[in-house]
């Protein structure tokens, strides 16, 4: 049996989605011809924080178990990864649909903000570190293409480190916990692999509190994330 709340809550998703793409497509179009449009792009802020809350209302859904009317409230961790991972797809349709190139000369900046820390020193054991995008390059099979674009990254959803100076420290991110392993350390940039998933590097420069996430995937062709967030 399907989920009529999941249903409901992709619908939203889908028009949410096609606000942004329309928006998305306003904004292009005026900047290829030379005008500026700060109302498109407040609209534009406006529609992805619509769509991000539409897929984290589903996410929440998908965790909670309850996803099919009279079945215990489970839910495997690889259902929830594989919807997240649905969830960022959809964002990119847009960018393969319309076509358009942005700017440039474009420049989104996310100055430091004031409660966190301008330096890590050698002897700190644990730091959370927070995003505000993330971007994403996906190779499309069907299009023979590569997609560029960012994603809203919500600053709660915050990543904590631990043991570091360890051979083993630990990362905290969603309520899980897993064990990292010291790729290298070195010219005050810490770099840490996670052996459970392939492909997922963090980079902790202490010289400027910055930790540099990225992660490799091979769905819908290979995909590619990263970002970088302020630690404290």
């Given at each position: 049996?399907?989920?009529?709340?999941?249903?409901?809550?992709?619908?939203?998703?889908?028009?949410?989605?096609?606000?942004?793409?329309?928006?998305?497509?306003?904004?292009?179009?005026?900047?290829?011809?030379?005008?500026s449009s700060p109302q498109s792009l407040k609209s534009l802020q406006t529609a992805e924080r619509s769509l991000e809350r539409c897929m984290r209302s589903l996410e929440r859904h998908l965790e909670s178990g309850d996803t099919t009317p009279g079945s215990a409230r489970t839910v495997s961790h690889t259902t929830v990864v594989w919807a997240i991972?649905?969830?960022?797809?959809?964002?990119?349709?847009?960018?393969?649909?319309?076509?358009?190139?942005?700017?440039?000369?474009?420049?989104?900046?996310?100055?430091?903000?004031?409660?966190?820390?301008?330096?890590?020193?050698?002897?700190?054991?644990?730091?959370?570190?927070?995003?505000?995008?993330?971007?994403?390059?996906?190779?499309?099979?069907?299009?023979?293409?590569i997609n560029y674009w960012i994603a809203p990254e919500p600053e709660t959803d915050t990543m904590s480190f631990s043991d570091l100076g360890t051979k083993k420290p630990r990362i905290a991110y969603r309520d899980r916990q897993e064990d990292l392993e010291v790729a290298g350390d070195a010219n005050g940039l810490l770099t840490l692999v996670n052996p459970s998933t392939a492909g997922e590097v963090y980079v902790i420069d202490r010289k400027r509190a910055l930790l540099m996430h990225s992660s490799l995937t091979p769905f819908f062709g290979t995909r590619g994330d990263i970002e970088m967030g302020y630690c404290q």
């Open positions: 049996m399907s989920c009529p709340e999941c249903s409901m809550q992709r619908d939203q998703i889908a028009i949410a989605q096609e606000e942004a793409c329309k928006l998305r497509e306003r904004i292009a179009s005026d900047l290829a011809a030379d005008k991972i649905c969830m960022t797809f959809i964002l990119s349709s847009c960018s393969r649909r319309s076509g358009a190139t942005p700017s440039p000369d474009f420049e989104w900046k996310w100055p430091r903000p004031g409660d966190v820390s301008h330096s890590l020193s050698d002897s700190v054991t644990a730091t959370t570190c927070r995003f505000k995008k993330t971007a994403i390059v996906s190779f499309d099979d069907s299009q023979n293409g």
